[in-house]
């Protein structure tokens, strides 16, 4: 069965950071795009950045670029990561990571409609 996996949400204050990780069971994430996507409470899910399945190409949402940098783990290929600084509590959501099989290798989409493979969300409370 394959299954995407986010942790490494918490509680943190602001100006704080956190590293989420996106963790493909029973498969590899090798062509695979993989996008990061929240949604706070009474708002609609937000597409937050997204890297492309070959050749690493990213995109960010305007809000968290600078802030956020997304990543594979190349190693293994099992594995994306969503790097979080500078946090504050607009920030606060849960996290979804969410998967789609590509054939345009060099090109992602923050857009939610292109994914349809998603984890359970992880959340991340910013807060002093």
């Known amino acids: 069965q394959l299954q995407l996996v986010e942790s490494g949400g918490g509680l943190v204050q602001p100006g704080g950071s956190l590293r989420l990780s996106c963790a493909a069971s029973g498969f590899s994430l090798d062509y695979y795009a993989v996008g990061w996507f929240r949604q706070a409470p009474g708002k609609e899910r937000e597409g937050v950045s997204c890297?492309?399945?070959?050749?690493?190409?990213?995109?960010y949402t305007d809000s968290v670029r600078g802030r956020f940098t997304i990543s594979r783990d190349n190693a293994v290929n099992t594995a994306v990561y969503l790097q979080m600084n500078s946090l504050n509590p607009e920030d606060t959501a849960i996290y979804y990571c969410a998967a789609i099989i590509t054939t345009v290798p060099s090109m992602c989409s923050t857009a939610a409609t292109m994914y349809d493979l998603w984890g359970q969300g992880t959340q991340v409370t910013v807060s002093s």
């Open positions: 890297i492309s399945s070959i050749g690493g190409a990213t995109n």
